[in-house]
């Protein structure tokens, strides 16, 4: 395993920290970069066997995507993986507009060849399955199909209305799309069955209900990549982090991993800021308990204020000064933009005013950790995540310790030449991620995995 294993690039960047967390925790050492990096930070990390670039493409348009994905894609094909993956929300959600995967795949054929894709969206890890091309993700103590689900239904942006994953692709590319549903992973002749898909398909959508599925489908894209005589893959693969749990279940079968990774302890810290642009419900709960159980100051700014140019600063300005009043008396702060889907303003769906609220945020944490020396800081919501860390000078981040409980939002360590942010211990946590006492379990750090949600 001396040679790069896996490149990938996330739509946003919680879900690239998530494809992060995968690989690292299973003892494959691996780098983000949160933008492309100078040839002397890439040296930095020449050792890694997996590296990511973090994106924003979820939150883009397909002129954007046409533009800068192509690219982002130009560098991890130079970069010489055996694999590269697109890694999108295990949700899938996504709109003809907005994010559009389809738009992604059109454009990653056309640097990596017209080989099929294949398409892995299941992670049961997370609790999302597909079986016979459909989508079903758990929220709290129940698995809904997706176009049903409680939140990811009423998406702001990208509600998810179409179940059949196919058929959501279809209203965003004209790309045929094979299937390989569950039934057929145990067929004996299941090689000979994917190559025929793959011979008439231009993508192939794998299904992955339970745990033996995956590892059957991570044989098939480890067996269908690139150079392998004799199979018709490509070399770009799009899903979830499903991918990753794939191929590491069939480089686990090989016995080429050297085993899970080792982490040093986390203490506690006295205080953490977190900012918040997430409308999920669940983020909204994970507010409220902080408020109510933890002591920690929570600070709802006006969305609609912060997301115009003329009231921003203001806006900024009075958020920064009461929590670091707060932050001075020893309490943790969250500023926040909306309290569930219901707080949400239709106004701000539009591109520019999604990413200004990211930068804002963004900016009112750097403001905190430059005034008061913070050591760990939280960012929640994907596309907030995505625009927040352009207002801080980091460049890469490796994983600092993965939270089992709540996997696919790690502790990442920040890599900076700026020695304030180097070494800044943050966690980008999606909006459907983690128990109520999350922010609080951050803070205290080695017991955050005392107990399982």
């Given at each position: 395993m001396s040679e790069l294993l896996l490149s990938y690039y996330g739509d946003d960047l919680t879900g690239s920290t998530d494809a992060l967390e995968a690989l690292a925790s299973h003892g494959v050492p691996s780098v983000l970069f949160t933008r492309r990096p100078s040839d002397e930070q890439r040296a930095r990390f020449a050792h890694c066997q997996a590296l990511g670039l973090a994106g924003t493409s979820r939150s883009e348009s397909n002129d954007w995507m046409r533009r800068e994905l192509k690219q982002a894609f130009h560098w991890l094909a130079q970069q010489g993986a055996e694999l590269t993956h697109y890694k999108t929300c295990s949700t899938f959600d996504s709109s003809p507009e907005v994010g559009s995967i389809g738009c992604a795949m059109e454009v990653g054929r056309s640097v990596f060849g017209d080989n099929p894709i294949p398409l892995v969206v299941g992670v049961p890890q997370m609790r999302r399955y597909t079986v016979f091309g459909e989508l079903f993700a758990a929220y709290q103590d129940q698995v809904y199909r997706i176009d049903r689900h409680p939140v990811m239904a009423r998406h702001p942006v990208t509600p998810m209305r179409e179940a059949d994953l196919r058929r959501h692709l279809a209203e965003q590319t004209a790309l045929s799309i094979g299937l390989i549903a569950a039934p057929s992973l145990t067929r004996p002749d299941i090689d000979d069955h994917v190559d025929e898909v793959m011979a008439t398909s231009s993508a192939v959508l794998f299904d992955v209900l339970e745990p033996h599925h995956q590892q059957a489908v991570g044989?098939?894209?480890?067996?269908?990549?690139?150079?392998?005589?004799?199979?018709?893959?490509?070399?770009?693969?799009?899903?979830?982090?499903?991918?990753?749990?794939?191929?590491?279940?069939?480089?686990?079968?090989?016995?080429?991993?050297?085993?899970?990774?080792?982490?040093?302890?986390?203490?506690?810290?006295?205080?953490?800021?977190?900012?918040?642009?997430?409308?999920s419900s669940t983020t909204a709960r994970q507010i409220d308990w902080a408020r109510q159980h933890a002591n920690f100051h929570t600070i709802e700014v006006d969305a609609r204020r912060l997301a115009d140019?003329?009231?921003?600063?203001?806006?900024?300005?009075?958020?920064?000064?009461?929590?670091?009043?707060?932050?001075n008396k020893g309490r943790s702060i969250i500023v926040h933009t909306a309290m569930g889907p219901d707080s949400h303003d239709d106004s701000l769906t539009a591109e520019s005013s999604r990413h200004r609220l990211g930068k804002s945020l963004g900016e009112m944490l750097r403001r905190l950790v430059d005034d008061q020396g913070l050591s760990r800081v939280c960012v929640a919501g994907g596309d907030t995540s995505s625009h927040a860390?352009?207002?801080?000078?980091?460049?890469?981040?490796?994983?600092?310790?993965?939270?089992?409980?709540?996997?696919?939002?790690?502790?990442?360590?920040?890599?900076?030449?700026?020695?304030?942010?180097?070494?800044?211990?943050?966690?980008?946590?999606?909006?459907?991620?983690?128990?109520?006492?999350?922010?609080?379990?951050?803070r205290r750090g080695s017991h955050i995995a005392d107990h399982e949600h």
């Open positions: 044989y098939q894209l480890w067996r269908t990549r690139p150079g392998v005589t004799g199979t018709s893959g490509g070399g770009l693969v799009v899903g979830s982090s499903g991918v990753e749990y794939a191929l590491l279940r069939e480089w686990q079968r090989q016995g080429t991993l050297a085993g899970p990774a080792a982490f040093a302890p986390l203490p506690s810290v006295d205080r953490i800021a977190v900012v918040s642009g997430s409308v140019p003329v009231s921003c600063q203001q806006v900024m300005a009075s958020a920064v000064s009461e929590a670091l009043e707060a932050l860390i352009a207002a801080l000078d980091i460049h890469a981040l490796t994983v600092r310790l993965p939270l089992p409980d709540t996997p696919g939002s790690p502790l990442c360590q920040a890599h900076s030449d700026d020695p304030r942010y180097h070494a800044l211990e943050v966690a980008f946590k999606g909006g459907q991620i983690g128990g109520d006492d999350y922010f609080e379990r951050l």
